[in-house]
């Protein structure tokens, strides 16, 4: 029987980098969605933070025509002052394959003022 | 016939002083057996007075929350997040993640869990509703 089994990639960092944090698969399969949960609180009002779900362990968010191990992305602005903001982006219908012990991570870029605080979930949904 | 979908409801509401971090602030006990195919979070409050506040809510197998953890056990299904950017002003979510097949069985316990960041809402009103295909 086909069973999805759901991995989560956490973090809370607020500065830009690369793998920032990462999920290894243990299973064969192939990921069918994926969903980012993005939230934090602004520090000015002109920061913006770009996520990028990649199996690459660097990123490519600025990049034109990326390879396709660059799997996901989004996107949270903070334009309220000391205020909380949130954004839901949810992926579904996809097919792309993953094997035991692939590596999945995230990476970030901060632009403008970065939030005081943040903390980002990603969530890939992977069938065996 | 195609097997039917058969919805189950995580509901709970809560008022300040009472929104608060939780673990299992809802359960629900699957009565068939079958796969989730699909979960919809609805999420709706009214901000304390502050524009800070943040509820992260996750349905889960598991009887304790794993909401502010990397790379968790496949026991934790699904989350999502509603922030509190008006003070006093009301918030909602409603977020949907389909194409699921999460197997589940007879007597399984599904639970909502907690994290209030920032000023707690006054009140929040929360659903997560999910899909089970059965077999």
């Not at chain 1, 999805?4 to 944090?21: E, L, M, V, W």
């Not at chain 1, 792309?96 to 949904?125: C, K, R």
């Not at chain 2, 409050?45 to 502010?68: M, Y």
């Not at chain 2, 496949?74 to 509190?84: D, F, H, N, Q, T």
Request: with cysteine; aromatic share 6%; charged share 10%.
């Amino acid at each position: 029987m086909r069973t999805t089994k759901p991995y989560k990639i956490y973090f809370t960092q607020t500065s830009q980098g690369d793998n920032i944090a990462s999920v290894r698969i243990t299973r064969d399969g192939s990921i069918k969605t994926i969903v980012f949960m993005l939230a934090g609180v602004a520090g000015g009002s002109t920061g913006s933070q770009q996520v990028e779900l990649s199996k690459q362990s660097t990123r490519n968010i600025s990049t034109n025509d990326t390879p396709p191990s660059v799997i996901g992305e989004a996107c949270i602005t903070y334009p309220v002052i000391n205020a909380a903001a949130s954004l839901s982006l949810v992926t579904p219908w996809l097919n792309i394959p993953v094997s035991a012990g692939d590596n999945l991570y995230v990476h970030q870029t901060i632009n403008g003022t970065a939030p005081t605080s943040s903390l980002h979930t990603v969530q890939m949904y992977v069938n065996e | 016939m195609k097997a039917p979908t058969k919805p189950y409801r995580l509901y709970w509401a809560q008022t300040s002083p009472n929104v608060t971090t939780s673990d299992s602030v809802a359960t629900l006990k699957v009565t068939r057996k079958g796969t989730i195919k699909s979960i919809s979070f609805m999420l709706a409050g009214v901000a304390g007075n502050n524009i800070s506040g943040c509820q992260q809510v996750e349905l889960s197998k598991q009887s304790s929350r794993n909401i502010v953890v990397n790379d968790t056990p496949p026991g934790v299904l699904a989350e999502a997040c509603l922030v509190y950017g008006v003070s006093a002003g009301a918030a909602c979510l409603t977020q949907v993640v389909p194409g699921l097949d999460i197997p589940v069985d007879v007597g399984d316990t599904l639970y909502a869990h907690q994290v209030v960041t920032g000023t707690a809402p006054a009140s929040c009103t929360n659903s997560v509703q999910v899909y089970v295909g059965e077999v």
